[in-house]
């Protein structure tokens, strides 16, 4: 599977990743059974729009920042949560 490298935050309460950017640099994985790949062999059979290969590039994650708290995500759930069970509006 094809990569293309990522760069975003790393979240260490809640051990999420979140994306910022994409480099727009990719690499090739050199494989027939990838749709990505310049390697790719398959064609379209008859009655078939497309190949069925995978499409979707792996994510070649950089960290940026590593943060010590939990991402905006998870911290507007644990809100709702504490809303909910408390019945008050923080």
Not at 5 to 26: A, I, L, P, Q
Not at 75 to 81: G, S, V, Y
Request: with cysteine.
């Amino acid at each position: 599977m094809c990569e293309i490298e990522c760069f975003g935050n790393y979240h260490r309460k809640c051990e999420h990743y979140v994306k910022m950017y994409e480099s727009g640099n990719k690499t090739d994985c050199g494989s027939p059974s990838c749709a990505l790949s310049k390697a790719h062999k398959h064609r379209p059979g008859p009655g078939q729009r497309s190949c069925t290969c995978v499409r979707i590039p792996r994510e070649c994650r950089r960290v940026l920042s590593l943060i010590h708290d939990r991402c905006d995500a998870c911290t507007r759930a644990a809100w709702a949560t504490l809303e909910r069970e408390s019945s008050r509006v923080w």
